[in-house]
């Protein structure tokens, strides 16, 4: 059983940063691919980033729309997945959600709302 819990969304002003947070409950291990989605309203749920294990030996992919500006990562010894937005904008605006995958299932989290307006 795995569960997987997002925070650290909220308000912000364009420009501006957040980071999210997904905390890992269950048997997900290092080298199980992890990622980030986001689905905004009334659009289909898209890939932020992933990352297949953490420490200096981590790999990444990111979307083009958040390359430069959004860092993922994790901490195996936390189970947790983080990432780190900076200059957010307007159209970064949706829900979050934290994904682990292990071969033929996924899991998702609940996610987490991150608004970016003046």
């Known amino acids: 059983q795995v569960q997987l819990v997002e925070s650290g969304g909220g308000l912000v002003q364009p420009g501006g940063s957040l980071r999210l947070s997904c905390a890992v409950f269950g048997n997900i291990f290092s080298r199980d691919t992890m990622g980030w989605y986001r689905q905004a309203p009334g659009k289909q749920r898209q890939l932020v980033a992933t990352?297949?294990?953490?420490?200096?030996?981590?790999?990444?992919n990111y979307a083009d729309f958040v390359k430069g500006r959004f860092t993922i990562s994790r901490d195996n010894s936390k189970n947790t997945m983080y990432l780190q937005m900076n200059s957010l904008k307007p159209e970064d605006t949706a829900v979050y959600y934290c994904?682990?995958?292990?071969?033929?299932?996924?899991?998702w989290g609940k996610g987490t709302l991150v608004t970016v307006s003046s």
């Open positions: 990352i297949t294990s953490g420490g200096s030996g981590g790999r990444t």
């Open positions: 994904n682990a995958n292990k071969g033929l299932l996924d899991y």
